[in-house]
């Protein structure tokens, strides 16, 4: 069973950081592309970030570049989103879910197969 | 930027109703490139079709997609209880994600 887990998100300050986690199982994950889409409160699906099949390709949406870092580790199935000069608007609950193909490269629009039940981040002062 | 937009924004059907859900978008989709995805309250979304009319795994049969170049649709046949949610479409031909802004199917 294809299981994706998210972790780290929490309750932070404008200009802060988050690091948020998501540790995969159920499949062959380093033969995957990963994604993070977010949804803000009572909002629609934001596509964030994605990272390819072996790491060596990573996409980020206009409203993050320069400020939300994707990563992962194969070794333990894991993907990261760091987040840093966190913005009120950033608040949202984030998803991390899994490319439909093989061999996906991040910056690759795709279909979303699997998803995680999220972790909410929420940027107030 | 391929624009879509979902139709109605709000359904009111009884279960055993027929639900049509339309997702319109501003450019040809190319080769069909349109997902479907169900979410439930506090859920996460789940797929349910992709090249607009591919059942996923373990989707009953009482879904179905169709359409082709910009009008695409999702037919939910005989509601049931827990098809009740919020459905957004999503193309993956461009380069730039985009997903609809949603409609939800609601229990009239």
């Known amino acids: 069973e294809v299981q994706l887990v998210e972790s780290g998100g929490g309750l932070t300050q404008p200009g802060r950081s988050l690091r948020l986690s998501c540790v995969a199982s159920?499949?062959?994950?380093?033969?995957?592309?990963i994604h993070w889409v977010r949804q803000g409160p009572g909002k629609g699906l934001e596509w964030v970030a994605g990272?390819?099949?072996?790491?060596?390709?990573?996409g980020y949406a206009d409203s993050v570049k320069g400020r939300f870092t994707i990563s992962r580790d194969n070794a333990k199935t894991s993907v990261y989103l760091e987040m840093s000069s966190l913005r009120v608007e950033d608040t949202a609950l984030y998803y991390c879910?899994?490319?439909?193909?093989?061999?996906?490269?991040?910056?690759?629009?795709?279909?979303?197969?699997?998803w995680g039940q999220g972790t909410l981040a929420t940027v107030s002062s | 930027e391929i624009v879509l937009t979902q139709s109605p924004g709000t359904l009111s059907l009884s279960p055993g109703d027929r639900a049509t859900l339309s997702c319109r978008a501003s450019?040809?989709?190319?080769?069909?490139?349109l997902a479907w995805y169900q979410q439930k309250a506090g859920q996460a979304p789940r797929l349910l079709m992709y090249?607009?009319?591919r059942r996923f795994t373990g989707v009953p049969d009482r879904f179905s997609g169709s359409g082709s170049g910009t009008d695409f649709t999702l037919t939910i046949n005989r509601l049931e209880p827990e098809d009740f949610a919020v459905y957004y479409c999503?193309?993956?031909?461009?380069?730039?994600?985009?997903f609809g802004q949603g409609t939800r199917v609601e229990i009239k």
């Open positions: 159920g499949f062959t994950f380093d033969e995957f592309a």
């Open positions: 450019q040809t989709i190319s080769r069909n490139y």
């Open positions: 999503q193309q993956y031909v461009s380069s730039t994600w985009t």
């Open positions: 879910a899994k490319d439909i193909n093989p061999y996906g490269r991040g910056t690759t629009v795709t279909v979303l197969a699997y």
């Open positions: 990272i390819g099949w072996d790491g060596g390709n990573v």
């Open positions: 090249n607009a009319s």
